[in-house]
């Protein structure tokens, strides 16, 4: 898979960082692996933010966190606004873009498919959204722009999917958040005599799985979720190619006058992939329990495992690292 964005060299990141955020979301994937299974959510997330923000504050960069969390659900957060890196000048302005546990309730749980991720792009290039709800729809790359329309009814982009990739509206499959607000859109899509793949949590990895419908199963992404996931997915879709379309859901008067406040101006907007992340981005996931995107953390005698994929955006390339960690008492410690 490849993309055929085109970046102004302004905009480029110096490829160096790729490295650089593995080290983040494998640190907070361990500490919050450490809590898998202990049905203590805003623990494990605590553990994951307080990890991923030292790591953030060693990295040679001067970010901004525009995507956080904890507006919505008041977790533990790394703030919308927080500066993060090792200071002024001491390397590129970026805007990041942090889910320190995406999943929460999965780890909690100890359910497939918690990570840890995050996305860097260089400063102003990425959208801030509040942390509202929003809706999506998503595929892989491969169609024709404007396949989808997040404003056509699921039965249409079912039907142009389809046809797209000839074959039959009975094998597509659509993932849906198992949510009740989404009844009434799991029926119209049954009606069409297509799947759906419910997933309880972790909208992130979702997306993502579009993007390799023959080894995922999954074609097409709709649904609502949330804004700061959307962004994410929306960087690695900008890595791994395919289209996505995202409205916010502002239904309030404060949540439209957060909206403005931080720039945006028509509350119905409908973002493209290159409307929430405008320059080169990277993207990295670590897992924290096993899924199918990736394997959760191992705690072996003397080492642990981590696997974590990475992209960036600017020549497509996607990178699975497994990584043997043998001074794990650095995790604790640093
Ligand atoms: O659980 P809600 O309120 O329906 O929100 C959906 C969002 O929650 C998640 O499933 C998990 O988010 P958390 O890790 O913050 O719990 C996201 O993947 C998704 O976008």
Redesign the pocket.
Known sequence: MSTTISVPPQLLLERILTLEIVRVTERAAVSAARLRGHGNEKGADQAAVDAMRRELNKMPIEGTVVIG?GER?E?PMLFIGEKVGAGIDAGPKVDIAV?P?????LCAKNMPGSIATMAMAEGGTLLHAPDVYMQKIAIGPGYDKGLIDIDAPPEENIRRLAQAKDVSVHDITVLV?D?PRHAELIAKIRATGAGVQLIT????AGVIHCADPDNTGVDIYMGT??AP?GVLAAAALRCIGGQMQCRLLLDTYSKRNRAESMGIEDPNFVYQIEDMVKGDCLFAATGVTDGSLLSGVKFRKHVIQTETVVMRSVTGTVRYIKADHRQFEKFHLD
């Open positions: 969390e659900d977790a889910d546990l995406e999943g929460t309730t958040l949510r949590d972790g909208d992130v979720g949330g996931e």
